[in-house]
């Protein structure tokens, strides 16, 4: 198992320091720095110290399944900024295609995505109703997939995109009315915490667990990280997303952001995005 970021610090007396730290890795070493503080401080860059900070910040299951070592620590930062870059070049009028929404980090009441498209019946995908809209960003990713899926003789259904604030709110309570609010938490999300207020979540096919082992959802699997599209509530990661096993739930992140997501995350949406939030965050 790949342990993830950690940093460990041993002193011993007579008057001689030793620092070391522990970035991840089976195989990682220990570094002894030289017990001048001047010289320590010269062995960690800004970003490496910052990034252990971020890791210390993140849960034990994050930091055990990072694919991050002491080895490969400097490509994996500079993906990192190549990344933040990136988001640089979001528009700044919207949240962020990396904005973190879970269960403890909401969106306001009044959110709504700009400039959101409408779904119309169209040559690439089909509709599973009618009013449905999505982000501009999104809108272009969706195109994208629906086009190359169609290519390998698979025609796309979208059953769900953006939601209101109020429509979740209604979604949730009804849940709770059917199944009781311990289920019903575990399947809905709550008004100001679900990703399709972001407007950058769809819903493919059944929106029901068989969704995975159907061709569309087969290819999904194979091949929405090649545009764009990321799955938010993968099998095995309840703890995690505090959602059970979702198959038919992605949300578009960009494919840069899914191939760093793939590489050094293990593929698990929440823990990308919660490092990129702490670093955020982080001094």
Same mark, same amino acid.
């Given at each position: 198992m790949t342990r993830g970021c950690r940093? &460990?610090?041993v002193s011993v007396s007579a008057g001689i320091a030793f620092a070391a730290f522990l970035f991840s890795g089976c195989s990682a070493k220990t570094y002894a720095l030289p017990s001048r503080p001047a010289a320590a401080k010269k062995m960690l860059s800004a970003e490496e110290e910052k990034c252990l900070r971020v890791c210390a910040r993140m849960s034990g299951r994050a930091q055990a399944e990072m694919q991050v070592n002491d080895e490969n620590r400097a490509e994996f930062l500079s993906e990192l900024l190549? $990344? +933040?870059? #990136? @988001?640089? %070049?979001?528009?700044?009028?919207?949240?962020? +295609?990396?904005?973190?929404?879970?269960?403890?980090?909401?969106? @306001?009441?009044?959110? !709504?995505?700009?400039?959101?498209?409408?779904?119309?019946?169209?040559?690439?995908?089909? $509709?599973?109703?009618?009013?449905?809209?999505?982000?501009? @960003? &999104?809108?272009? &990713? +969706?195109?994208?997939? &629906?086009?190359?899926?169609l290519a390998d003789g698979i025609r796309l259904l979208v059953s769900s995109v953006y939601r209101s604030y109020a429509y979740q709110e209604n979604l949730f309570n009804y849940w709770v009315s059917v199944d009781g609010l311990e289920e019903a938490e575990r399947e809905s999300a709550r008004a100001g915490t679900s990703q399709h207020q972001l407007g950058t979540a769809a819903d493919f096919g059944s929106i029901s667990d068989d969704f995975g082992s159907t061709e569309m959802g087969r290819w999904m699997y194979s091949h929405a990280a #090649?545009?764009?599209? %990321? $799955? %938010?509530?993968?099998?095995?990661? @309840?703890? !995690?997303?505090?959602?059970? *096993?979702? /198959? *038919?739930?992605?949300?578009?992140?960009?494919?840069?952001? /899914?191939?760093?997501?793939?590489?050094?995350?293990?593929n698990i949406q929440q823990f990308m995005l919660e490092f990129l939030y702490e670093w955020e965050h982080s001094e």
């Open positions: 940093l &460990a610090a190549l $990344l +933040l870059e #990136e @988001e640089k %070049s979001f528009r700044k009028d919207d949240k962020s +295609l990396f904005f973190l929404i879970d269960k403890t980090h909401t969106a @306001e009441r009044s959110y !709504v995505p700009r400039d959101l498209i409408l779904l119309e019946k169209n040559s690439l995908f089909d $509709l599973n109703k009618a009013g449905m809209k999505i982000r501009p @960003e &999104a809108y272009d &990713a +969706l195109n994208e997939m &629906a086009q190359a899926a #090649e545009y764009g599209w %990321s $799955l %938010s509530f993968p099998k095995g990661y @309840e703890d !995690v997303t505090g959602y059970r *096993w979702e /198959c *038919w739930h992605f949300r578009f992140l960009g494919k840069n952001a /899914c191939r760093f997501q793939k590489k050094w995350f293990g």
